[in-house]
């Protein structure tokens, strides 16, 4: 694979915003800080840009999300990385799509050899009625078309309805390795396991499966153009066992729990991790943090914008990067007071979102429409 750096890219070897000067983080990657600048990025040797954007499953404010129409849409527009979330088959192959239950976001509903598939479960506690990947093979899988999952938010994504497959993330790794040839340097990806410990309860954990292709595609190294990312830090410390890419703990709102901490009864929850105590916790294993972006800049009770917690330098204090989710243009998803008009499908004033968001110093963001990230990126990577 080609490892040409991109014009313009910052050289530093970085991970945060740092002045603190250089250290070595825990963890099977064991990646240097740099002292000074602080333009961070992470693990990329200057190759990504600061602040970075990742195409959130692909560019998917304006294609079904998790198809190939997503992700080269996303870097077309010059995403620096590009996002999947991965769950099995019942043959074991793991697939793109943001959750198991297929149903919101295929057409397996209007498929009636399917029909029998429908079913009941409970997954990391919540109960959900429909179709399953564990329950379909590769084969039977690749049958299905993707759909828009939000058809009321974003119809102009319908239009797209039943043009792509589920892609398996070997498809993706083969992509990446085609559109890095064709552009002269790597294709950085964001990589998410989804739901580890159940599927690891049903035997189908996803960790060593992701290792295997990772090590297959040369991508398992500390300096692999990967970021592994879970919401259940079990997952990233089983990762940092097998691979040594950069390793980012996903974390939700603060009063939520990481599902593998409730299975094992520990009572943290994310507003301890996000403390120095458990940001030096995450560092023993991961090199970044991906909070929902309510951690860095909360809410107001009546949804308007705050102002920002000390969770960036805090993170940076402990040597991780930060990159939070999820920012998307339409005013529904946006804080009260950046709406536009009354529809809650227009877009919002989203730069605006995005530019008080870079302001805190955040290394990166995931968003569903990179196109407009970028262009606020810009004005930072500028200064
Ligand atoms: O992985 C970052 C972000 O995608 C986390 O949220 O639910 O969209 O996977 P989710
Ligand atoms: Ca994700």
């Not at 990657?29 to 000074?36: N, W």
């Not at 479960?121 to 329950?135: A, C």
């Not at 595609?217 to 879970?230: I, T």
């Not at 939070?324 to 005013?331: A, C, G, Q, S």
Request: glycine share 10%.
């Amino acid at each position: 694979m080609d490892k040409a750096q991109r014009p313009g890219r910052r050289t530093v070897l970085s991970v945060a915003a740092l002045g603190a000067g250089a250290a070595v983080l825990g963890g099977g990657a064991g990646t240097a800080v740099a002292a000074g600048r602080g333009h961070g990025g992470g693990h990329s040797n200057g190759e990504l840009p600061f602040p970075l954007v990742v195409g959130h499953r692909g560019a998917s404010g304006y294609r079904p999300e998790h198809t190939f129409g997503s992700y080269q849409l996303a870097l077309d527009m010059g995403a620096d990385v590009i996002e999947q979330d991965l769950v099995p088959t019942k043959d074991g192959h793991l697939v793109c799509r943001h959750e198991n239950d297929i149903t919101a976001t295929t057409d397996v509903a209007d498929h009636p050899e399917f029909a029998g598939r429908k079913t009941t479960k409970t997954v990391d506690g919540v109960k959900l009625t429909g179709w399953f990947t564990e329950d379909f093979t590769l084969a039977e899988l690749k049958t299905l078309r993707a759909k828009e999952r939000i058809p009321q938010t974003r119809q102009h994504n319908t239009l797209y309805n039943g043009r792509w497959d589920v892609p398996t993330f070997e498809e993706v790794l083969q992509w990446a390795e085609r559109e890095g040839r064709k552009r002269g340097r790597r294709i950085w990806l964001h990589i998410e396991t989804k739901h580890p410990t159940y599927f690891r309860k049903l035997g189908l954990g996803l960790e060593e499966r992701l290792a295997k292709l990772l090590r297959q595609y040369g991508r398992h190294k500390k300096n692999s153009p990967n970021f592994l990312q879970s919401f259940e830090p079990s997952s990233i410390q089983r990762l940092d066992k097998l691979v040594d890419c950069p390793k980012v703990v996903l974390l939700g709102t603060l009063k939520d729990q990481p599902w593998d901490f409730k299975e094992a009864g520990d009572k943290r929850t994310v507003a301890d991790l996000v403390k120095p105590e458990g940001l030096r916790w995450i560092a023993s294993f991961a090199q970044g943090i991906g909070p929902d972006l309510t951690v860095i800049i909360p809410r107001t009770s009546d949804g308007k914008l705050g102002k920002p917690s000390s969770v960036v330098k805090d993170a940076h204090a402990a040597h991780l990067v930060l990159h939070p989710y999820t920012v998307r243009n339409e005013n529904t998803f946006l804080p009260v007071d950046l709406r536009k008009g009354s529809d809650p499908n227009a877009y919002g004033d989203s730069l605006a979102y995005f530019k008080a968001l870079f302001a805190t110093g955040i290394d990166g963001l995931f968003s569903d429409n990179p196109d407009t990230a970028l262009l606020a990126a810009a004005e930072f990577r500028k200064s």
